[in-house]
T-cell receptor, first 110, second 114 residues
Framework: QQPVQSPQAVILREGEDAVINCSSSKALYSVHWYRQKHGEAPVFLMILLKGGEQKGHEKISASFNEKKQQSSLYLTASQLSYSGTYFCGTEWGYGQNFVFGPGTRLSVLP | KAGVTQTPRYLIKTRGQQVTLSCSPISGHRSVSWYQQTPGQGLQFLFEYFSETQRNKGNFPGRFSGRQFSNSRSEMNVSTLELGDSALYLC?????????????FGSGTRLTVV
């Protein structure tokens, strides 16, 4: 079952902050975040695992609320390079199907 | 080090034909997954291979198949092409599971069915 992402789209000015949410109706084992720029392949940002472990780029901040089965990606002091579509991906157990959300389109304007 | 290589980059096929797409993962990566990306459906999981065995499969018809070779290279085949199969097909590799350090995606194969 596909996770739900919100908002669908967001427009920011450089320097502003944004939060992108990802939620699931099923208990999650892991949540992943990827960013895809137009015409390019998705790029890995971060993994958050059940139990609190996180792996990813140091400049990216995210949280994983296991009780709510929800993850949030925090983009602070946004830069033009942050523009793109952000996808969360979820897995309900180790080795289970990995499913991406529909994406959140982020546009950062000068 | 070389990234994930997908060939060909672009492909135009006629309805009813079949097509084979190729993916070479990052050296040392043993897991290869395939995704179909369309504007309306987003990233849809096709299947995952690990050590030449299909480990997971998405909800696609049997016309979509794949395999992985002993060197971890993977191929995806679509038979009896339909117009709706037009999409960007992305291959992603990881060490043993996407849990390790996420997927590394290839640039994709853009398939157009006419």
């Amino acid at each position: 079952q596909q996770p739900v992402q919100s908002p669908q789209a967001v427009i920011l000015r450089e320097g502003e902050d944004a939060v992108i949410n990802c939620s699931s109706s099923k208990a999650l084992y892991s949540v992943h975040w990827y960013r895809q720029k137009h015409g390019e392949a998705p790029v890995f940002l971060m993994i958050l695992l059940k139990g609190g472990e996180q792996k990813g780029h140091e400049k990216i901040s995210a949280s994983f609320n296991e009780k709510k089965q929800q993850s949030s990606l925090y983009l602070t002091a946004s830069q033009l390079s942050y523009s793109g579509t952000y996808f969360c991906g979820t897995e309900w157990g180790y080795g289970q199907n990995f499913v991406f959300g529909p994406g959140t389109r982020l546009s950062v304007l000068p | 080090k070389a990234g994930v290589t997908q060939t060909p980059r672009y492909l135009i096929k006629t309805r009813g034909q079949q097509v084979t797409l190729s993916c070479s993962p990052i050296s040392g990566h043993r897991s290869v997954s395939w995704y179909q990306q369309t504007p309306g459906q987003g990233l849809q999981f096709l299947f995952e291979y690990f050590s030449e065995t299909q480990r997971n499969k998405g909800n696609f018809p049997g016309r979509f198949s794949g395999r992985q070779f002993s060197n971890s290279r993977s191929e995806m085949n679509v038979s009896t092409l339909e117009l709706g199969d037009s999409a960007l097909y992305l291959c992603a590799s990881s060490l043993e599971s996407e849990i390790d350090y996420g997927y590394t995606f290839g640039s994709g194969t853009r398939l157009t069915v006419v």
